[in-house]
């Protein structure tokens, strides 16, 4: 048999409650691993669970996997880190001189993956990364979000990327070697892009199907998550503008505000703009309506207020 392309391969997932998932995902690994020896394109493979501090039985489960096949290792977060500091944890741990991250449930056919290794041997690519060909099966909210924060990427950093929060790609060890990840969010994607063309390093991408998530939890669409990327933005040096209507949450999520009227009211820190005056300077009569919605809220305790 000829030398393999690859001589190792790294597979990894980042995993929080994933206890429906996590032994259909390395089984769908260990099948892709067998046909990219037998294929000879990689020597050898390990997979790897990174437990993000799971309150279900994430914990044993991958602890009983790593215990029956020395190909699967185990990182525990004592903590939630969220994505981004998963992935850190999956770069980390693996080994492979060429590493794979996708979701534990499995967003794509892991053939496609046969495809990535090609792309990346035949265009001598740095990153592989996917884009989905149809995203109508997860709901408008997130296919919204979704292109809007793409835009903003492109927008920002002048990089155009299809689809950058995609959970498939597919990473030479080098990019690890050369690109620094300072994010604990789902800004990570767009940073080891972003980072990677800003190193001249070459990036390809392709088209897949799409097969969204039917159990578990996903959390990418709430409020919380867009505005910890926005966040994350502004720390790599970007302005970011929001036109934003929820005097509840707006304090906690901005630390820069525009009161507008039909005019400009008040501009300036949010500790200092923020105050009864310039809410009544702006909204008059309908203030009194907006607190008495807020408390009602409130009151019900309904979920889209509280921060994840």
């Given at each position: 048999m000829p030398n393999p392309r690859f001589e190792r391969f790294s597979v990894f997932f980042p995993m929080w409650n994933e206890e429906e998932y996590l032994q259909r995902a390395l089984n769908a690994a260990i099948e892709l691993g067998d046909d990219l020896i037998a294929a000879g394109t990689i020597g050898d493979y390990e997979m790897i669970i990174v437990n993000d501090a799971s309150t279900d039985a994430t914990a044993r489960l991958a602890d009983e996997a790593a215990a029956s096949n020395s190909r699967v290792k185990v990182v525990h977060h004592p903590t939630n880190r969220k994505l981004g500091g998963s992935i850190k944890s999956g770069f980390g741990a693996a080994t492979g001189d060429v590493v794979l991250y996708t979701d534990a449930d499995l967003p794509f056919d892991f053939k496609e993956v046969h495809k990535a290794m090609r792309l990346m041997h035949q265009?001598?690519?740095?990153?592989?990364?996917?884009?989905?060909?149809?995203?109508?099966?997860?709901?408008?909210?997130?296919?919204?979000?979704?292109?809007?924060?793409?835009?903003?990427?492109?927008?920002?950093?002048?990089?155009?990327?299809?689809?950058?929060?995609?959970?498939?790609?597919?990473?030479?060890?080098?990019?690890?070697?050369?690109?620094?990840?300072?994010?604990?969010?789902?800004?990570?994607?767009?940073?080891?892009?972003?980072?990677?063309?800003?190193?001249?390093?070459?990036?390809?991408?392709?088209?897949?199907?799409?097969?969204?998530?039917?159990?578990?939890?996903?959390?990418?669409?709430?409020?919380s998550v867009i505005i910890k990327i926005l966040k994350e933005m502004k720390d790599k040096g970007k302005t970011v503008v929001v036109v934003h209507h929820d005097l509840q949450s707006a304090i906690d999520y901005f630390d820069w505000m525009v009161m507008l009227n039909m005019r400009l009211v008040a501009s300036g820190p949010t500790s200092q703009v923020f105050n009864q005056a310039t809410l009544q300077e702006t909204y008059g009569s309908r203030l009194n309506v907006l607190t008495k919605i807020g408390e009602e809220v409130e009151k019900r305790n309904f979920p889209i207020r509280k921060n994840s």
């Open positions: 265009y001598e690519a740095d990153i592989v990364a996917a884009y989905r060909f149809d995203r109508t099966g997860e709901g408008y909210v997130r296919v919204v979000y979704s292109f809007f924060y793409n835009l903003m990427v492109r927008a920002l950093f002048g990089c155009r990327f299809r689809d950058v929060n995609f959970a498939f790609k597919l990473v030479r060890r080098k990019v690890l070697e050369q690109v620094t990840l300072t994010s604990e969010g789902s800004f990570i994607d767009a940073e080891l892009m972003v980072s990677a063309r800003k190193l001249s390093m070459n990036v390809v991408q392709f088209g897949v199907d799409y097969f969204p998530r039917t159990r578990g939890v996903s959390t990418l669409s709430s409020p």
